[in-house]
């Protein structure tokens, strides 16, 4: 099975362990002295529409990739994402 850089964009990244959804890849590390596909990058998401910046990226050895499929990568990572807290809003009386 072959496959272009183009075609990994377009795949999820799924962890293994839990199932979490950790995004798309956006990015690749290439070793360029031996021609060698390093690394997968998932960006970080936006923090206030992204005013406020990003969160760290995620780096994913090529050593850590389980499985690349049809439309899913499944990887072994063992760090967990950050989620979006859901804020409370004050009650208000009219």
């Known amino acids: 099975m072959t496959c272009r850089v183009c075609d990994l964009r377009n795949k ?3 962890c293994k362990g839990n199932g979490v959804k950790l ?3 956006d990015d ?3 070793n360029v002295t031996d021609a060698r596909l390093v690394a997968i990058v998932i ?6 529409f992204g005013l406020l910046g990003r969160c760290d ?4 050895n090529w050593e850590n990739i389980a499985l690349i499929g049809e439309d899913t990568i499944l990887v072994d990572y063992n760090s ?6 859901k ?6 009386f009219f």
Not at 43 to 48: I, P
Not at 57 to 60: G, L, P, Q, Y
Request: hydrophobic letters at 40%.
């Open 43 to 48: 960006y970080g998401r936006l923090k206030c």
């Open 87 to 92: 804020r409370k809003l004050p009650m208000r």
């Open 12 to 14: 999820e990244v799924i």
């Open 28 to 30: 690749v590390l290439i």
């Open 23 to 25: 995004g798309c890849v």
């Open 57 to 60: 990226d995620i780096v994913i």
């Open 80 to 85: 967990t994402v950050p989620r979006h807290k």
